[in-house]
């Protein structure tokens, strides 16, 4: 009775929030209900592409540290266990997924994974915890680009790990997780965007989660990466096709006809619809760029989330974003980068 209380107003607070988030209030009233916390940024990869080659500080979310960030946000109906980093390697990791299946079941709980960890008992005990979605970053479909990608021979190694979770929640008539894959384009996977649609398909998986060409490529990261945009722009079409026969859904895909006028100013919403916690305390917005503690707008162990949701600097931002000035330095890389590839 009470969960459906909490449920019920979560769901309306939501949809306030969309009602102020739509209208770009500067400040708001009530919160997103899709928040991010970073359990951990370590990781037991050191892909090509990641963002984490920064000099950022690593580190691990406390458990009583997690329950205070996640009571933060009463209302919220979604929270990703992710930032940069691996979250299965976080010790405690099922502890907070029952935590919050526990204090909140209807809350979605969702991880982005590299496969790596997943072995029999880890499946396991991944399909108990009542996990609500993991999406596995393969980003290719064969050793040797996979291997190119992440740094490390494992390609074998985590197709198994996709294999043995999809037939132990089949085995146990499991609804959850659902499990996705995800395909980010680069040079390195470049011609095998048909080839991972086919494997999805084959693995039995319940979608693609993305495949994006985005590539946050710049700021403090200047990865090399980046495919040419002609070769993309072929891929995706053909891929487009691929995906319709195969009849696997893909829950986002780069949008082929698209035009958005670029003479207008683009307001980029992070600013009002997402929310990241880091693995210590610091609040940003939903994408993965401002991770550093340079872009926080204050420490959530430190003080309420109510007070740093509409603080001077995230205001200030907000009126900047609404203008469609970037507001931070970063964000103006970034808008050039979405011309170039978010409407091929
Ligand atoms: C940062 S990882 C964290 C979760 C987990 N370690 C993984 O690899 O899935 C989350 C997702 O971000 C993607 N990613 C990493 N660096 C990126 C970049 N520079 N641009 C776009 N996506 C990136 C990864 O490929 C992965 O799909
Ligand atoms: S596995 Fe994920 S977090 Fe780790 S280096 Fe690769 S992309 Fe980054
Ligand atoms: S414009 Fe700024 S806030 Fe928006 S996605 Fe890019 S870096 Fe993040």
Same mark, same amino acid.
């Given at each position: 009775m009470k969960l459906n209380y909490f449920y019920f107003k979560s769901l309306l607070y939501g949809l306030l929030h969309k009602y102020e988030a739509s209208h770009y209030k500067k400040s708001l009233h009530f919160y997103p209900y899709r928040i991010g916390i970073e359990l951990t940024n370590k990781c037991n990869l050191d892909c090509i592409h990641c963002i984490k080659k920064t000099k950022y500080k690593t580190g691990m979310m406390g458990f009583d540290e997690f329950k205070k960030v996640f009571n933060e946000f009463p209302y919220a109906l979604s929270v990703s266990l992710n930032g940069v980093g691996e979250p299965l390697l976080h010790p405690r990791f099922f502890d907070i997924i029952k935590y919050i299946k526990h204090t909140r079941p209807y809350v979605i709980?969702? %991880?982005?994974?590299?496969?790596?960890?997943? =072995? *029999?008992?880890?499946?396991? @005990?991944? &399909? /108990?915890?009542?996990?609500?979605?993991?999406?596995?970053?393969?980003?290719?479909?064969?050793?040797?680009?996979?291997?190119?990608?992440?740094?490390?021979?494992?390609?074998?190694?985590?197709?198994?790990?996709?294999?043995?979770?999809?037939?132990?929640?089949?085995?146990?008539?499991?609804?959850?997780?659902?499990?996705? %894959?995800?395909?980010?384009?680069?040079?390195? =996977? *470049?011609?095998?965007?048909? @080839?991972? &649609? /086919?494997?999805?398909?084959?693995?039995?998986?319940?979608?693609?989660?993305?495949?994006?060409?985005?590539?946050?490529?710049?700021?403090?990261?200047?990865?090399?990466?980046?495919?040419?945009?002609?070769?993309?722009?072929?891929?995706?079409?053909?891929?487009?096709?691929?995906?319709?026969k195969s009849g696997i859904k893909c829950m986002y895909y780069p949008e082929l006809s698209k035009t958005y006028d670029w003479n207008k100013p683009f307001i980029c919403d992070r600013f009002w619809k997402e929310i990241r916690v880091t693995f210590n305390g610091n609040v940003t917005p939903g994408c993965c760029i401002p991770f550093a503690e340079q872009y926080s707008y204050g420490n959530i162990l430190e003080s309420s989330f109510k007070g740093i949701w509409n603080s001077e600097k995230f205001i200030r931002n907000r009126e900047s974003a609404r203008k469609g000035t970037a507001p931070i330095l970063i964000c103006k890389e970034c808008i050039e980068m979405m011309k170039k590839y978010l409407t091929l």
């Open positions: 709980t969702t %991880i982005f994974s590299n496969g790596v960890l997943i =072995n *029999e008992s880890m499946a396991h @005990e991944i &399909i /108990k915890s009542g996990l609500s979605k993991i999406h596995i970053s393969l980003d290719a479909t064969n050793a040797s680009s996979h291997k190119k990608i992440r740094g490390t021979d494992k390609f074998d190694k985590v197709l198994n790990n996709i294999k043995t979770l999809v037939e132990l929640k089949r085995k146990l008539h499991s609804k959850t997780p659902l499990i996705g %894959i995800n395909f980010i384009l680069m040079k390195e =996977n *470049e011609g095998e965007l048909i @080839e991972f &649609i /086919k494997l999805a398909k084959e693995l039995g998986v319940d979608y693609i989660c993305e495949i994006d060409s985005y590539l946050f490529n710049f700021g403090d990261w200047k990865l090399k990466s980046a495919g040419s945009l002609s070769s993309y722009k072929k891929e995706l079409e053909v891929g487009k096709q691929e995906l319709k």
